[in-house]
């Protein structure tokens, strides 16, 4: 089984950007691994952030972009919010396997 | 509105069995992949198995295999997740979870494996 790994843990600034990474031990990320990231706030279930790299939902803030950077999958907040302050994991498909990144807890300070 | 409603689950001895069933709305269910995610306390999310649109692929999570059985009715816009032989590591919230842009949550139910 791949395994994905996240930054354990990343501080930010408001108003500042901060780039969380997730990358697979199986080597570089691509599109075909169909990144996902997801957000989690404390009590809630996870909620769906990116799909397939880089699209949004409606309910993403415009602040939130993903993309691919040095072989790994990246979500990008420019312009932190306190309310942005929670739990961020991300996703791949591997040949229909699924696995999760092991989380990043992002604190705004 | 994308629509995830979560039954079943519960609580159950190590070794028992319980269904989980999910009714989709809201999207085209019959064209996505669909799949099951759990969260044990104070874990992360694990993926637990997916099923593609016509229910011909599935794919399972190595500690489930031949003990879980997906399954997907579209005619029903439903997914179910059959569990058996249940162990105290099972225990989680599990979640119906969608794919590509409609990859919205369910709100979860709780399975609890205990003696």
């Known amino acids: 089984q791949p395994v994905v790994t996240q930054e354990p843990s990343l501080t930010v600034s408001p108003g500042g950007t901060v780039t969380l990474t997730c990358g697979s031990s199986?080597?570089?990320?691509?599109?075909?691994?169909?990144p996902y990231w997801f957000q989690q706030k404390p009590g809630q279930a996870p909620r769906t952030l990116i799909y397939?790299?880089?699209n949004k939902f409606s309910w993403t803030p415009a602040r939130f972009s993903g993309s691919l950077l040095g072989g790994k999958a990246a979500l990008t907040l420019s312009g932190a919010q306190p309310e942005d302050e929670g739990d961020y994991y991300c996703?791949?498909?591997?040949?229909?396997?699924?696995?999760f990144g092991g989380g990043t807890k992002l604190t705004v300070l | 509105d994308v629509r995830l409603v979560e039954s079943g689950g519960g609580l159950v001895q190590p070794g028992g069995s319980l269904r989980l069933s999910c009714v989709a709305s809201?999207?085209?269910?019959?064209?996505?992949?669909m799949q099951w995610v759990r969260q044990a306390p104070g874990k992360g999310p694990e993926w637990v198995a997916t099923?593609?649109?016509?229910?011909?692929?599935?794919y399972y999570l190595d500690s489930v295999k031949g003990r879980f059985t997906l399954s997907r009715d579209n005619g029903e816009r439903s997914l179910n997740l059959q569990m058996r032989s249940l162990r105290v590591e099972d225990t989680a919230v599990y979640y119906c979870?969608?794919?590509?842009?409609?990859?919205?949550w369910g709100q979860g139910r709780p399975v609890t494996v205990s003696s």
């Open positions: 199986t080597g570089a990320v691509t599109d075909g691994h169909y």
């Open positions: 099923a593609n649109p016509d229910g011909s692929e599935k």
């Open positions: 996703s791949f498909a591997f040949n229909g396997i699924g696995v």
């Open positions: 397939d790299t880089r």
């Open positions: 979870v969608g794919t590509g842009r409609y990859a919205s």
């Open positions: 809201g999207f085209p269910f019959n064209n996505y992949w």
